[in-house]
């Protein structure tokens, strides 16, 4: 269940109209009372004698006792709705379910003669919405601090005892949602995502790219941005704000952003802090080294996320939403969209409140900075290859986040897993093609030498991995793994002990990569597509990739 705490208002007979009228697009049916404060409040729903003054009125009877004692916006309006794949709930279930959020948020405790008057009303098979005048009896008003939150644990504990599906929490890290007004904005300029997400979009961009403060604003500024930097009087930057030039109010000025409005992370200290000391380090001798070094540091990522402390673990995760936002601006072209897609539904994930111990991280953020500043990597291998740590770090993070109650995070890195799976398969397709061809032409006896291997190893999987279109390309990296001075075995049985193996379409494609990536082997598989665009060109999210957050 979600509850929706809307901000206050002071027309109650306005709330009324809107609760019992036939709703935007006519979906209200049925409009009527499930509960009142009194259990005798008039229901113009199902009520012929009563109405919609009437109920006001009553409502409203402590705020005119108040006068001007009474809140100016007085009006409590929290709407409440299932899951679709909930039961239908009756009037008496969510009567009571009403009452005991008016009780958990302090709006109407049990037992109080004075508290505020309420009615619940349902419109929907669905969901309630819930109106109270925040007047006591005692013309004093309620104490409903941190309502939202406290409906919020309410209804966890009352999903649990009707059974229904238990939503994943927040913590308040979350990136503010786009108002009404700027998704409305967005509509009429025939834009499909808000100004707010086009920035949020460009300053984690820049962020990954830059390696320190002043590279960032000059990324920011280079992408077309404008870039307002506030000082202190000592001189000292205090933070920063940032609009776009196509993006203005009624008056024509651009429409600032703070960073922290874009996202908690994106606080000039956050951003500041997150840089510091974050400097590229020495240059790698050529692109696949580059390439190597953040696969390297990617794949020992699961084993920081299971034996560091949690500051350390939440850095390791920010830097991974660093990789995935490096990802398709490096990618082939045609990989680019899933890979905006996979970025966009991890970037909630990065984020809890555990504070990242940022310099636990720095070597793989020094990489991902590497991979952004030389040309691409002749083979396409090695994007296979990191897309297949990629895709196992996320998982881990994913744990990480459910062993922590980090519901929201641990959904986000689930879906993001989901939009990464079809990326690696695609990235690997073409170096597979080769691989396998080279397993097809080895020799009769060569190929049953590694179907022995392959049995002594994973005895389990050895008749499934055999009988996959996979296999000859297995056996061809088993063989370059013993001719570079490996024991074939040892890598399998290392391989087949990390996650995702058993989500993985293909195991043998799944086995080809992480030997490859675990031995270090050479790549000559295959020629990467023309070069990339500069690391700091920012591409903005679809639609798709917007909801998907």
Known sequence: MIANIVKPGHKTRGVLNYLYGPGRANEHTDPHLVASWDGFAPDPGRDPEATLAQLATVLDLRVKQAGHKAPKNHIWHCSIRAAPEDPILSDDQWAAIAQRVLNATGIAPAGDQDACRWVAVRHAEDHIHIVATKVRGDLRPPRNWHDFLRADNELVAIEKEYGLRQVPRGDRTAAKRPTRAEQEKARRTGRSITARERLRTTVHTALTAATGMDQFF?????????????????????????????????????????????????????????????????????????????????????????????????????????????????????????????????????????????????????????????????????????????????????????????????????????????????????????????????????????????????????????????????????AKARSAGHNPGTLLAEAATQRELDTATSLSRALTWRLHRLADLPQHTANTPAPLQAAARVVHPTTQQRRAR
Not at 245 to 252: A, L, M, W
Request: neutral net charge.
């Open 218 to 478: 000059e990324i920011l500024t280079g992408t077309g941005v404008l870039v307002d930097i506030q000082y202190f009087p000592s001189g000292d930057v205090r933070g920063y704000k940032v609009a776009l030039e196509d993006d203005t109010n009624k008056d024509g000025e651009p429409v600032w952003f703070s960073g922290s409005t874009l996202a908690p992370d994106l606080s000039y200290p956050k951003i500041a802090d997150r840089l510091t000391a974050s400097d590229p380090g020495p240059a790698a001798p050529t692109e696949s080294h580059a390439w190597r070094r953040l696969t390297q540091a990617v794949d020992r990522m699961p084993d920081h996320l299971a034996h560091s402390n949690d500051g350390a673990g939440q850095a390791h995760i920010a830097v991974l939403v660093e990789t995935l936002d490096a990802l398709p601006l490096i990618a082939p072209t045609d990989l680019r969209p899933a890979l905006l897609q996979a970025a966009a539904a991890f970037e909630r994930a990065s984020r809890s409140r555990v504070r990242a111990r940022h310099q636990q991280a720095q070597a793989t953020r020094r990489a991902v900075k590497a991979i952004l500043r030389v040309p691409p990597p002749k083979d396409g291998a090695l994007l296979a290859i990191l897309l297949d740590a990629v895709l196992l770090a996320v998982v881990a993070a994913q744990h990480w986040h459910r062993t922590r109650a980090h519901d929201q995070q641990a959904e986000a890195a689930r879906q993001a897993a989901e939009r990464l799976r079809p990326v690696y398969q695609a990235a690997a397709a073409e170096p597979l093609a080769v691989l396998h061809q080279r397993g097809n032409r080895m020799a009769e006896s060569l190929r049953r030498h590694q179907a022995t291997v392959l049995r002594q190893a994973l005895p389990a999987l050895a008749d499934e991995i055999l009988a996959e279109p996979g296999w000859p390309a297995l056996a061809a990296t088993l």
